[in-house]
């Protein structure tokens, strides 16, 4: 039989790779190749790859408080490539040890270390969710969960910014979140509403553009959207492709705000939320400027396009029994993997998903778009494909900028996991001149 990939990652889609599918295209042997010596990159720290990709975002965001150097280096040497409990037991080990230390802090009256202890508590507590289902525990998502966001909660109480703890209306309930300003003053600034990928953290946001924003003086509005953080575990909402339903309420709350320039209001999508961000804006047309990083096309791409044909036959042929079969006959890793990705969509069969993830597509939408957008394009992108370039080109818009990511400066991949100061270096200073803004409040 022959590898097939369903493809993802710790922040967009989730990795089924390098298993024998019973129901994929056969292929004749092949004489493999003399093995070749090859240099092993120095950010490469496991060979699972999907382990090393998730740890290599918690290594880089220490730039943003979000850990330490060090200590997550140590939390590495306690992990065993490939085993999901080891990533499990040493992330909340050391989470909950920190956490430990931050009480003691905030007891103390020490508020920054306690501030600074909590970011780290928190990161490292929720890196661990993504090892639940692949140790065979999922039992302990929902807990674990909470015990990340209760120390984020209280990293955020200490920031030294004003926030604010709020609800945003959302269908028959609403939508928790953090608005959280430069300082006090009761001036108009600039948005930006940072709209999460499939499974990142409220951290995700605050160390992929939300301090930055607020350092270079805009206000940042982060939340969680339809079957994401709060709104996944808590109330029990699950992804939409139409994603103005969580966007439009967003925007209508931030206009109703004294504090908010309403002629600066940025979006900026990460992982998967660079298609929800331009899918949302082929309806929401207020958004004075927006962020896709990477930019996507068509989720159902990154699933259908490496199934084998006998696995494609199936799903053409409508026949759920047999693809839904094929898929109980993976490994337990690829169900796990598969179970990790399927439930913010909310389905358990995998011909449902696979079959549902078609209506996530630009197609039809993008040219109704008109924000202006600015698009990452990293080199190995692993997850969309050549869809940066796709959504670069499809859209009408002539305000549009495709910003290369290379290797050659570390920042390759998807959504640039080791380079976040340099993404948002770029990101900041093209909305700025978008904006027209020089940190200065309106008048």
């Not at 056969?26 to 090859?38: E, H, I, N, R």
């Not at 990161?123 to 990340?148: H, K, N, Q, W």
Request: proline letters at 8%.
């Amino acid at each position: 039989m022959n590898r097939v990939a369903f493809l993802g990652s710790g922040a967009a889609l989730g990795t089924f790779a390098g298993i024998d599918v019973a129901f994929a295209q056969p292929t004749p042997p092949v004489t493999p190749a003399p093995p070749v010596a090859a240099h092993k990159r120095a950010s490469q720290f496991f060979n699972d790859s999907s382990m090393n990709f998730v740890l290599l975002i918690v290594l880089a965001q220490a730039a943003f408080g979000c850990g330490d150097v060090g200590t997550t280096l140590a939390i590495f040497d306690r992990i065993e490539d490939g085993n999901p409990g080891s990533a499990y037991a040493a992330l909340t080990a050391e989470g909950r040890r920190i956490r430990a230390l931050a009480d003691a802090a905030r007891a103390a009256g020490h508020r920054v270390s306690a501030r600074d202890l909590y970011l780290q508590a928190s990161s490292y507590i929720y890196v661990s969710l993504y090892f639940c289902d692949g140790m065979g525990a999922p039992e302990r998502m929902p807990a674990t969960f909470r015990e990340s966001r209760e120390a984020a909660d209280a990293a955020f109480a200490l920031l030294g910014h004003p926030v604010d703890r709020i609800e945003i209306p959302y269908e028959k309930i609403s939508m928790p979140g953090y608005f959280i300003k430069p300082d006090a003053r009761n001036v108009k600034r600039p948005l930006l509403i940072l709209v999460n990928g499939s499974d990142g953290s409220v951290l995700d946001m605050w160390a992929q553009g939300g301090k930055s924003a607020l350092e270079r003086g805009y206000n940042i509005l982060i939340f969680d959207g339809p079957g994401q953080g709060v709104m996944l575990w808590d109330r029990h909402t699950f992804f939409r492709p139409d994603y103005e339903a969580a966007l439009t309420p967003i925007v209508d709350y931030a206009l109703a705000r004294p504090d908010v320039d309403p002629r600066r209001i940025a979006v900026q999508g990460i992982s998967q939320g660079g298609f929800w961000v331009p899918r949302a804006l082929a309806a929401e047309h207020r958004v004075a400027a927006a962020i896709a990083d990477p930019g996507a096309y068509d989720l159902s791409q990154t699933f259908w396009s490496h199934l084998g044909p006998p696995a494609l036959a199936l799903l053409n042929a409508g026949r759920k029994a047999q693809f839904d079969g094929g898929f109980a006959q993976l490994p337990p890793n690829a169900v796990a993997a598969f179970t990790f990705r399927a439930r913010p969509y909310g389905f358990t069969s995998a011909y449902d998903l696979f079959m549902a993830v078609k209506a996530y597509t630009m197609a039809g939408y993008v040219d109704k778009v008109r924000t202006p957008l600015w698009i990452a394009n990293p080199d190995n992108e692993q997850f969309f494909t050549g869809q940066p370039k796709q959504l670069f080109d499809a859209l009408p818009t002539s305000q549009k900028v495709l910003v290369p990511f290379t290797v050659a400066e570390g920042a390759d991949g998807h959504c640039e996991p080791a380079t976040p100061q340099l993404r948002s270096q770029r990101a900041f200073d093209w909305l700025d001149t978008q904006l027209g803004y020089n940190g200065e409040p309106a008048a």
